[in-house]
């Protein structure tokens, strides 16, 4: 007669399949994430849209990550966001006055984000940009990309990355939607995809 082991694999219960995650709503999102500008700031402008999959389907799960040069094209080198608080352990958030260049934006329920930001400055031979990271669900590694503003059509037009990629460089420019705002959606892969970049 053969003996089984108790603790074998023909024992042992399935394995649940993995979640579609990570998720990253419970901490990676803070308070004012979206407000990079100084609240009030008189040359504020808001780049808003959609997070969407291949499908077309949003996702209410995503965190949009923006970078952007000051106005004058320099990187702001000023305390983050997160300042810590000596007193408490906890973070005190932004000082309200100093431009830090960046911010996190999660999408709500419809896949929209948005963020209040300063229009960068040219930097080097590129046109102006903000640099975005996205963290969504099913993504094991996070995408990189670039929201170019409009307005400057000689500078898209030399920019060394855009000038590169054909047909493809509109899904790297915001659309104007008003003086202060620009809608860009980010699309994650199908037709219509957001050019999304390697950096090694």
Do not use: K
Request: charged residues 20%.
């Amino acid at each position: 007669m053969t003996q089984i082991d108790p603790s074998g694999p023909e024992q042992l219960p399935p394995t649940p399949s993995h979640t579609v995650g990570p998720f990253y709503g419970c901490a990676l999102p803070f308070r004012g994430g979206e407000d990079i500008a100084p609240l009030g700031h008189p040359d504020t402008i808001t780049v808003h849209g959609y997070v969407v999959d291949g499908a077309g389907e949003p996702l209410p799960d995503a965190l949009v990550e923006l970078w952007g040069a000051r106005p004058d094209g320099a990187v702001p080198q000023v305390d983050g966001s997160l300042r810590p608080d000596p007193a408490t352990g906890g973070h005190l958030g932004r000082n309200g006055v100093e431009f830090t260049g960046w911010g996190r934006s999660q999408t709500d329920a419809d896949g929209h984000w948005y963020a209040r930001t300063l229009r960068p400055g040219a930097r080097g031979r590129s046109a102006p940009y903000v640099s975005v990271c996205v963290f969504a669900r099913g993504l094991l590694m996070h995408l990189f990309t670039r929201i170019y503003l409009p307005g400057d059509e000689a500078a898209l037009a030399a920019d060394p990355l855009l000038s590169r990629l054909g047909d493809r460089r509109d899904t790297l420019i915001a659309d104007a939607e008003g003086p202060a705002l620009h809608r860009f959606d980010i699309r994650l892969q199908g037709e219509g995809e957001t050019v999304f970049l390697e950096y090694q």
